[in-house]
């Protein structure tokens, strides 16, 4: 019996198109290394060798940065066709919250979340049952939830760290139904994009026709979302336009052509590398040139559909559904535009300053499915990726900061200042926030910003907050600048602490402390 080993990482990134992307700056780096080491032999004169050693490790070193990036960051993305159930148990291994190094950002993408009228009206008004829990799990964590985007059963949602707030920018959620042609939406595509220290960024999360035949029908669907979902943004006006995408969702490609009792034999012995074949997806991509811009990952986990509910047995209804891998996981890095004519005549000439200033690698760490939730006829699909970039701002559009002691039994002071020009507004405010909030609206209270006229660059502006708004009780706080045009928190203060008021006390809020004794 064959047994499936854990594959190695599985990587892509945005300096060339193919697995020898890299081939072309090594050979450049080590010309740079061989004359170094020339210098050293040829120079006569000290002072001579000096230079040109200084000057040629300064070009060796600016390759090397050009093309290894400097800040990694981690991804964790679930994607869960939840069958209308309810989230009735922990998220605890659904999230992998005890990993280390945790995540900076999580992605979860649900499918046929309930939406029967009156629960999807229930959900506009308050926030959906599925929402709740992840919120609940990760704020706690230092997680924020920074948008989401749903359409009926379809719903994605993104949580950032805290400190990467700032950074998160030219957020812009749409979607496209494909279900009932086209105009309802039980099938279809949600998607979130936006600006992450400043690389332009897309997740996508659908859900396409079902049954076997329809192979073709969900390659149609997911090209139609592709071309038609547009962003009000100049330069990522579509998905493809972005540096990285990640597609996943429940994509329905079944496993052709095989029984039922081999599929399961197979499954049962591990032998799963006996399906990839006939994977529908895997064979679409052969034939589709748009499909195989995207990567996937082994599929070494089991099937995750049909099963029956609270169990990790395959289907035994009178149908019998097949197993398949409906649950992925894909990713897709830019490619370079192919080079014209005119390009090819300049190809030799062509010097380093070509090359992408600022490179992306993204490396597939895990990619698994949860066996343990069984609330669903799906099991969930996990997978964690390393984002290594090169940032192209480490600066926030906004400094924000409190002024000496704040206290519910004073009136509180805060500056604020403009570090780059952005699209400010006098609409915009500053809020005070408690460590562990979930949301940018999640405030305890709020102070707009300078009503009269807008601020110029690095002008420090003042600000009081009434006493009567600052909580009573004491604890760790931190302060956001929220942009109104940009919809989102432009800036970030450090934690501060907030002194526990009298009033507190004399209101039993907390209990009355005398020589160490709570009273």
Same mark, same amino acid.
């Given at each position: 019996?064959?047994?499936?080993?854990?594959?190695?990482?599985?990587?892509?990134?945005?300096? $060339?198109?193919?697995?020898?992307?890299?081939? #072309?700056?090594?050979? +450049?780096?080590? /010309?740079? !290394?061989?004359? %170094? =080491?020339?210098?050293?032999?040829?120079?006569?004169?000290?002072?001579?060798?000096?230079?040109?050693?200084?000057?040629?490790?300064?070009?060796?070193?600016?390759?090397?940065?050009?093309?290894?990036?400097?800040?990694?960051?981690?991804?964790?993305?679930?994607?869960?066709?939840?069958?209308?159930?309810?989230?009735?148990?922990?998220?605890?291994?659904?999230?992998?919250?005890?990993?280390?190094?945790?995540?900076?950002?999580?992605?979860?993408?649900?499918?046929?979340?309930?939406?029967?009228?009156?629960?999807?009206?229930?959900?506009?008004?308050?926030?959906?049952?599925?929402?709740?829990?992840?919120?609940? $799990?990760?704020?706690?964590?230092?997680?924020? #939830?920074?948008?989401? +985007?749903?359409? /009926?059963? !379809?719903?994605? %949602? =993104?949580?950032?760290?805290?400190?990467?707030?700032?950074?998160?920018?030219?957020?812009?959620?749409?979607?496209?139904?494909?279900?009932?042609?086209?105009?309802?939406?039980?099938?279809?595509?949600?998607?979130?994009?936006?600006?992450?220290?400043?690389?332009?960024?897309?997740?996508?999360?659908?859900?396409?026709?079902?049954?076997?035949?329809?192979?073709?029908?969900?390659?149609?669907?997911?090209?139609?979302?592709?071309?038609?979902?547009?962003?009000?943004?100049?330069?990522?006006?579509?998905?493809?336009?972005?540096?990285?995408?990640?597609?996943?969702?429940?994509?329905?490609?079944?496993?052709?052509?095989?029984?039922?009792?081999?599929?399961?034999?197979?499954?049962?012995s591990g032998r799963l590398n006996l399906l990839w074949g006939k994977d529908q997806l895997i064979m679409m991509k052969k034939k589709e040139a748009f499909l195989q811009e995207f990567e996937e990952g082994p599929l070494n986990f089991k099937p995750t559909y049909k099963f029956d509910r609270n169990s990790d047995t395959y289907d035994t209804s009178g149908k019998k559904r097949k197993p398949a891998w409906?649950?992925?996981?894909?990713?897709?890095?830019?490619?370079?535009?192919?080079?014209?004519?005119?390009?090819?005549?300049?190809?030799?000439?062509?010097?380093?300053?070509?090359?992408?200033?600022?490179?992306?690698?993204?490396?597939?760490?895990?990619?698994?499915?949860?066996?343990?939730?069984g609330v669903s006829d799906h099991k969930p699909v996990i997978a964690t990726f390393s984002l290594e970039l090169r940032k192209v701002f480490d600066t926030p559009l906004v400094r924000v900061s409190p002024v000496g002691i704040w206290s519910a039994g004073q009136d509180a002071l805060l500056t604020y200042s403009v570090l780059e020009d952005f699209m400010s507004s006098t609409w915009d405010w500053i809020?005070?926030?408690?460590?562990?909030?979930?949301?940018?609206?999640?405030?305890?209270?709020?102070?707009?910003?300078?009503?009269?006229?807008?601020?110029?660059?690095?002008?420090?502006?003042?600000?009081?907050?009434?006493?009567?708004?600052?909580?009573?009780?004491?604890?760790?706080?931190?302060?956001?600048?929220?942009?109104?045009?940009?919809?989102?928190?432009?800036?970030?203060?450090?934690?501060?602490?907030?002194?526990?008021?009298?009033?507190?006390?004399?209101?039993?809020?907390?209990?009355?402390?005398?020589?160490?004794?709570?009273?």
């Open positions: 019996m064959e047994l499936l080993t854990d594959s190695p990482r599985v990587r892509s990134n945005s300096t $060339s198109s193919s697995a020898s992307q890299g081939s #072309k700056a090594k050979t +450049v780096l080590r /010309q740079r !290394l061989s004359q %170094l =080491l020339t210098c050293i032999e040829d120079m006569s004169s000290d002072d001579e060798a000096s230079e040109e050693v200084s000057r040629t490790l300064e070009e060796a070193f600016q390759l090397c940065g050009r093309f290894i990036p400097t800040d990694a960051f981690r991804i964790h993305i679930v994607t869960w066709n939840v069958a209308t159930a309810e989230p009735s148990e922990d998220a605890t291994s659904l999230l992998q919250l005890d990993a280390q190094p945790p995540p900076d950002l999580y992605v979860i993408g649900l499918q046929e979340v309930n939406a029967t009228p009156v629960r999807f009206i229930t959900d506009l008004i308050s926030e959906d049952s599925w929402s709740h829990v992840f919120t609940n $799990s990760l704020a706690p964590r230092g997680f924020v #939830k920074v948008t989401s +985007v749903r359409m /009926q059963g !379809l719903l994605l %949602l =993104l949580f950032a760290k805290q400190i990467h707030l700032p950074y998160i920018r030219n957020i812009q959620t749409t979607y496209t139904r494909t279900g009932v042609f086209g105009y309802w939406g039980n099938k279809g595509g949600v998607s979130v994009r936006f600006s992450f220290y400043g690389h332009m960024i897309c997740f996508l999360n659908c859900h396409l026709a079902a049954h076997m035949n329809n192979a073709l029908q969900r390659v149609d669907e997911f090209e139609y979302i592709l071309e038609t979902q547009d962003f009000d943004i100049y330069d990522t006006p579509q998905i493809r336009d972005h540096k990285v995408v990640f597609w996943f969702g429940d994509l329905n490609f079944r496993i052709a052509d095989h029984g039922l009792h081999f599929l399961r034999s197979s499954i049962n409906t649950d992925r996981i894909l990713w897709r890095i830019k490619p370079k535009p192919l080079p014209s004519e005119e390009d090819d005549e300049k190809a030799s000439t062509s010097t380093d300053e070509e090359q992408d200033e600022y490179p992306v690698l993204v490396t597939q760490d895990k990619y698994t499915s949860d066996m343990s939730y809020g005070l926030y408690k460590v562990g909030f979930k949301t940018a609206s999640d405030y305890e209270t709020f102070v707009w910003v300078r009503e009269n006229e807008l601020p110029e660059i690095n002008e420090v502006i003042q600000i009081s907050v009434d006493k009567g708004q600052i909580p009573l009780l004491g604890g760790q706080y931190v302060l956001g600048y929220y942009s109104t045009n940009m919809q989102s928190i432009t800036g970030l203060s450090d934690s501060f602490q907030i002194l526990e008021s009298k009033r507190a006390v004399m209101e039993g809020l907390v209990p009355e402390d005398i020589n160490g004794v709570n009273k």
